[in-house]
């Protein structure tokens, strides 16, 4: 196996001093392989959840995505992170999203049980006013699943 970071440094080598983030989406294997299916297939540019004191997010940061059996399968570089409310989401954001009919609905609705699931949060916390971070990026390796430059 091959290491996903090392390969994309060889080729980028103005990379070298970054020091990427590294995990799956969502917080369980399922999850996880679904929502990078959407980003290998094109539709997923975008993601969200609480911030991580750990791990802030940082335009021009890496991440390192494995799929939910834990291999790194693409990498991804943060265009553009916002904090808000987890009711601020627009339509054009949770359609950039990928998930579901891409409606802003259904991502509140999703987004809701996301949130009280991975916060331990009851099913009747009113959780809109969480602080999500909002993250826009694209695929930068390998360089078969890699977004065009603009």
């Known amino acids: 196996m091959t290491d996903l970071w090392a390969d994309y440094v060889d080729a980028s080598p103005e990379q070298a001093e970054a020091l990427p983030a590294r995990g799956p989406f969502g917080d369980s294997p399922a999850l996880a392989d ?3 299916a959407l980003v290998l297939a094109g539709g997923k540019r975008a993601t969200s959840g609480p911030p991580d004191p750990d791990e802030p997010v940082t335009v021009g940061g890496h991440w390192v995505v494995s799929d939910g ?3 790194e399968r693409v990498i991804l570089r943060t265009t553009e992170v ?3 409310r987890l009711d601020s989401v627009d339509d054009r954001f ?3 999203e990928g998930e579901g009919d891409l409606s802003r609905g259904y ?3 999703e987004h809701r049980t996301f949130v009280r699931r991975v916060l331990g949060l009851s099913a009747t ?3 809109d006013d969480v602080e999500m971070i909002f993250e826009r990026f694209r695929v930068v390796w390998p360089p078969e699943h890699a977004d065009a430059l603009d």
């Open 34 to 36: 679904e929502l990078l």
């Open 69 to 71: 059996s834990d291999r």
């Open 82 to 84: 916002r904090a808000g």
């Open 94 to 96: 949770a359609a950039d």
């Open 107 to 109: 991502w509140l609705q």
């Open 125 to 127: 916390t009113d959780v």
